[in-house]
């Protein structure tokens, strides 16, 4: 008898025991860290990242998941998604040009809509002094550098994405003890987009396309008295195809990038037009159980003319530019709802380690976690 009684525990242990393992296997992974879009060398065909959220809203409707990322060892990234909303921040450190700026995005996202508000903010004053001199020099700038309106449309074909955005890129006083010059910058763009991609997991074609439409205005004035005024309109036409097929479980996906900028100036004269195209191809593969790895090589030519007063022969510069191949891989480990993510940089594969070139760098130029909330 107490053999009999002790079987529906066994049973009932069996049967938990079965629930939980099915329902770990079917729980969500992890999101993307955004890491994954340079690996894969941002094909429209590759899955999106979590960072997506930030371009087309409506796509990540439903999602519950963070984020946070290391990158090029200036930038740190950390995004929420929960459901119908989202926040985001993005800091770089100041540079020897530039002021530390932090943007600051949130915003709502339906399956259908989605749209959201990014502000900018940067440190207000840099210092510095003149290479072999002792005379210092104070740039303040504005703190606050950009306002942006963004919004998506998500239909059964393709998704439709904008933007309208201010950006300052400067609004400065730079006083070097012996002159002072204030500077000020301001730029409005407007852009609109479409693409569309495969089902996850599915082979099939895959594009992306937007165009931009600006005005620059830049006011500069000296503390003799003088000025100068130039206003630039500016617009960009960028493409993207993908391709995403499977072979013995490795999924590969080539791709070309096509860009077109043209900006001319109301004030003067001039103008400035570059096209290129970008064959890249990149490929994820599962090593083994919890492990992937992903990489591409993109390849960049560019052709650019510009023209500081047009009729002269003397201000025509026409330059070509054939890059070099520039490649990316690394690896992503999940485990049920988390994973972590790591590219390594480029100067590591082309250095290798110390003990190779006898030079010291980076091994990871972006390290990612994320969880899935849900």
């Given amino acids: 008898m107490r053999r009999l009684s002790v079987l529906p525990a066994v049973l009932t242990v069996a049967a938990l025991a079965y629930t939980n393992s099915a329902a770990a296997a079917a729980a969500p992974e992890a999101p993307l860290a955004p890491v994954n879009t340079s690996l894969l060398q941002g094909n429209p065909a590759a899955p999106t990242s979590i960072d997506d959220v930030l371009l087309v809203p409506s796509a990540s409707a439903g999602q519950k ?3 946070f990322e290391w990158a090029d060892k200036a930038n740190t990234h950390a995004y929420v998604l929960w459901d119908k909303f989202f926040a985001a921040a993005q800091y770089s450190q100041a540079s020897s040009a530039t002021a530390a700026q932090t943007i600051a995005s949130f915003g709502y996202m339906s399956p259908r809509l989605g749209a959201g508000l990014s502000l900018a903010y940067r440190d207000n004053t840099v210092e510095g002094t003149y290479v072999g001199g002792d005379t ?11 306002i942006k309106l963004f919004a998506s449309m998500s239909m059964p074909s393709m998704d439709i994405y904008g933007s309208l955005g201010w950006v300052k890129p400067t609004d400065n006083t730079y006083d070097n ?8 910058d301001d730029s409005v763009a407007l852009m609109v987009g479409a693409r ?29 008295g003088s000025t100068f005024k130039e206003t630039i309109w500016i617009a960009q036409l960028y493409g993207q195809l993908g391709y995403a097929f499977f072979v013995d479980g490795i999924n590969f996906l080539p791709g070309l990038d096509a860009y077109f900028n043209y900006a001319n100036g109301l004030s003067h004269p001039d103008y400035s037009l570059v096209f290129g195209v970008a064959p890249s191809l990149a490929i994820t ?5 919890h492990w992937t790895l992903a990489g591409g090589a993109k390849y960049n030519v560019e052709q650019t003319l510009v023209d500081s007063y047009p009729g002269s022969h003397s201000t025509f510069n026409d330059k070509g530019l ?41 091994l990871l130029y972006s390290l990612g976690f994320t969880v899935n909330l849900k």
């Fill in 65 to 67: 998941g963070a984020a």
């Fill in 136 to 146: 210092g020099n104070t740039t303040t700038y504005s703190q606050l550098s950009q």
């Fill in 177 to 184: 003890n012996q002159s002072k010059y204030n500077d000020r």
């Fill in 196 to 224: 569309h991609a495969p089902a996850i997991g599915a082979e099939g074609l895959a594009w992306n396309a937007n165009g931009t439409l600006g005005f620059h205005y830049d006011r500069y004035s000296v503390n003799d």
């Fill in 285 to 289: 593969v599962p090593l083994f159980e």
């Fill in 322 to 362: 054939i890059a070099n191949t520039v490649g990316q891989f690394g690896l992503r480990y999940a485990r049920d709802r988390w994973a972590a993510e790591a590219g390594v940089s480029n100067g590591f594969l082309n250095r290798g380690p110390y003990f190779v070139s006898g030079t010291t760098g980076d």
